[in-house]
């Protein structure tokens, strides 16, 4: 098969499976398969991004009747997984039940992860259910959102569930808990409902005869009952010592309509309900629920014996978050709208879409979450980890370019003007870039401070500079035969701007937003990186890892040569670790 074919192959598999094709996810597939793709990776990524092109072009039903025509091997995995007690080979169900209210964060890839290793281990199955019983908060972009991350992350579902097509078979059960006088119709102020939970007292609604309850209920199916003028209560234990307990809300009314069902259904289950109910209802062997509502997981036993129903397996973990980075839309929202924050996505937040667009691999996330295993110990880690464990992943594949932060302009006089081939990588062989040497060249101006007139430094891959001159301008000479410690960064006059933005930690010890959180370092890189392609990961020699943001689009076409280095918009770059 072509190289032409082979990027066409996985450009089509690409695009099928996450809507638009990603260069970096490309071309790890097409060297595997076409290694002499190497030996020109400029030509390589430019097909990749004309294929990329064509693609976008395409419906969904074209490019699979395309694919149709290449054959793809599944890549077979060794089966390993999170161990569970009770579980069974080929009869474990698991769930990620997101609602879709918002961006998905790190916190949700653990869930995520952890669930499907659990899936994995026993040869079961994974549903994605929507818990979607809540019109106010849920949209549908949020379902796009979820889906894309989950995918992202590197993990799938065998069936897709939403909870709002349920209601009709949790009306019928809430019915039979109001006949067995197990629940009944309430009518009383939020204020006097929290006021007898506190008292531990039951309201006179709880005295109703069944009837009355079932009337009640009638009411605020059929519209009788405004919102806000009746709710459905279990009967639990008024004076239990677990508040959870005192008689909770089970259903209410709630008129604003739904992203799915539009106006069909006016009453809604509250999450203690839909999410113990549901759990059940779709044969769910091992759900996994935040540490966070162990207080709750009494009422969701309680609730299920009621209605005679199975009783899952829970698993208990704790939460995780990334020490100052919030995941609380409260706190982010106003951020994000008064642009302080470049969006979701912002490469400072510990969102999927954020973690994405900063760098980090998927393949480092899933490590990273399931390194916590299932436990309930609370851990609020740094970056660092994360960060370590990614770049791990990013070191054997990257290809190396130059970047000069702060750049000083030097001329060295006796410099021969010629080019010369560097590694893209330097052990794997990655194959080669041409770099156009003159007598003018710049380095970073922080060495520059480190260095006095006289003194002797090695331009990294290309020679030994005696530094003779300073001052706004420096001027140096070619030494020969010379041992040299100290080596220095450098680019050819044929640079290109960039600006690499380096993301810190969001929040300051106050617990505040810190103005300074996004860093921007400008500079200068080698004229090559104009061949590349947004969403590339590289690495910066002696910066570290980033990936590029943003292309100007003059600068895809423009020739080498001076007219690079006069582009008006800058590279853009994120700063990953």
Not at 180 to 198: L, M, N, P, V
Not at 421 to 445: C, D
Not at 476 to 490: A, F, L, N, S, T
Not at 545 to 552: I, S, V
């Amino acid at each position: 098969m072509s190289l032409n074919s082979v990027i066409r192959k996985y450009v089509l598999k690409n695009a099928f499976d996450y809507g638009t094709a990603n260069a970096g996810a490309v071309v790890g597939k097409v060297i595997a398969e076409y290694p002499d793709c190497k030996n020109d990776m400029k030509k390589t990524m430019q097909v990749i991004k004309d294929e990329i092109t064509r693609t976008s072009k395409m419906s969904k039903s074209e490019i699979e009747n395309e694919m149709n025509h290449f054959e793809y091997v599944e890549k077979k995995e060794e089966k390993k997984g999170i161990e569970v007690e009770g579980a069974e080979d080929g009869k474990v169900v698991v769930r990620y039940p997101p609602e879709p209210n918002g961006w998905p964060h790190i916190g949700h890839a653990k869930a995520f992860c952890l669930s499907w290793s659990i899936a994995r281990k026993y040869n079961g199955k994974v549903i994605l259910r929507w818990d979607d019983t809540n019109p106010e908060a849920e949209k549908p972009e949020f379902i796009d959102a979820i889906k894309n991350g989950v995918r992202w992350v590197g993990l799938d579902w065998d069936e897709e569930k939403y909870c709002s097509d349920y209601l009709p078979q949790m009306y019928e059960l809430c019915e039979k808990l109001l006949k067995q006088c197990d629940a009944y119709f309430c009518t009383c102020t939020q204020e006097k409902i929290s006021k007898g939970r506190e008292d531990k007292v039951r309201c006179e609604c709880g005295l109703n005869h069944q009837n009355e309850n079932l009337k009640g209920w009638q009411q605020m199916l059929d519209g009788s009952i405004p919102e806000g003028g009746g709710i459905i209560r279990m009967r639990g234990d008024m004076w239990s010592d677990n508040t959870v307990m005192r008689d909770p809300t089970l259903f209410r009314i709630i008129t604003t309509p739904h992203y799915r069902q539009g106006k069909k259904y006016r009453v809604w289950p509250t999450y203690d309900f839909q999410g113990a109910v549901m759990d059940s209802i779709l044969d769910i062997t091992h759900p996994i629920r935040s540490k966070e509502y162990e207080l709750r997981d009494e009422l969701y036993v309680y609730l299920l014996k009621k209605l005679g129903l199975h009783v899952p397996q829970m698993i208990s973990i704790s939460r995780l978050a990334i020490k100052n980075a919030p995941i609380s839309k409260r706190l982010l929202r106003p951020l994000v709208e008064g642009g302080k924050l470049w969006g979701w996505d912002d490469p400072r937040l510990p969102s999927l879409a954020g973690l994405k667009r900063r760098g980090i691999l998927p393949a480092a996330i899933r490590e990273f979450v399931l390194s916590f295993g299932i436990s309930k110990v609370e851990s609020e880690p740094g970056w660092e980890s994360l960060l370590a464990e990614n770049r791990k992943l990013l070191d054997p594949d990257s290809p190396h370019y130059f970047f000069v932060p702060n750049p000083v302009k030097l001329i060295i006089e006796n410099l021969e003007e010629k080019q010369i081939e560097l590694k893209l990588h330097p052990k794997k062989n990655l194959g080669s870039r041409p770099i156009q040497v003159t007598k003018t060249v710049y380095v970073p101006e922080s060495d520059v401070k480190q260095i006095k007139e006289g003194e002797v430094f090695r331009l990294k891959d290309l020679c030994n500079v005696k530094l003779t001159k300073k001052g706004e301008v420096l001027t140096g000479q070619v030494m020969h035969d010379e041992m040299v410690e100290k080596k220095i960064q450098w680019v050819s006059e044929d640079y290109l701007t960039c600006e690499v933005y380096t993301p810190k930690d969001l929040l300051n010890a106050k617990g505040e937003f810190d103005e300074k959180s996004l860093e921007v370092v400008k500079g200068y890189c080698e004229a090559n990186c104009a061949g590349l392609m947004p969403d590339t990961m590289i690495q910066f020699e002696r910066f570290g890892f980033c990936r590029l943001d943003e292309m100007p689009s003059m600068v895809q076409c423009a020739k080498p040569g001076p007219l690079r280095n006069s582009q008006a918009t800058p590279l853009k770059f994120i700063f990953t670790c």
